[in-house]
């Protein structure tokens, strides 16, 4: 199980820090990662973490602005926002992957190689 946490309502430039934590199975991953769904949108990758070696990956938009990091101890994920935008207003999912290989060089930029969601926390960026 995945709860995540941490939304809220932020002026542009503003910023905010997400947490997942992670119980049960869903203790020993391979992978986390943050997508997030903006209205009428398709649920988007925004950023992963390798569990163990903490390899991070961005998408472009949110390079040099988010910082996604792990506490290993504790099971939970964070992904810090600063120069918080009105275009990243979404529903912000955390994800993880089980022990099962990854597909392509790319996988964790797919909603379909996670086995585990968190319900979602809304971020809201008002201009």
């Known amino acids: 199980q995945l709860q995540a946490s941490g939304g809220g309502l932020v002026l542009a430039g503003g910023s905010l820090r997400l947490s997942c934590a992670a119980s049960?199975?869903?203790?020993?991953?391979?992978?986390m990662a943050w997508f997030r769904q903006a209205p009428g949108k398709e649920r988007e990758f925004v950023s992963a973490?390798?569990?163990?070696?903490?390899?991070?990956s961005y998408t472009d938009s949110v390079k040099g602005r988010f910082t996604i990091s792990r506490d290993i101890a504790k099971n939970t994920l964070y992904l810090q926002m600063n120069g918080l935008r009105p275009e990243d207003t979404a529903l912000y999912y955390c994800?993880?992957?089980?022990?099962?290989?990854?597909?392509?060089?790319?996988?964790?930029?797919?909603?379909?190689?996670?086995?585990?969601w968190g319900q979602g926390t809304l971020v809201t960026v008002s201009s």
């Open positions: 994800a993880g992957k089980g022990a099962s290989l990854p597909h392509g060089s790319n996988w964790y930029r797919s909603v379909a190689e996670y086995d585990y």
């Open positions: 049960g199975r869903t203790r020993s991953m391979y992978g």
């Open positions: 973490i390798i569990w163990s070696g903490g390899k991070q």
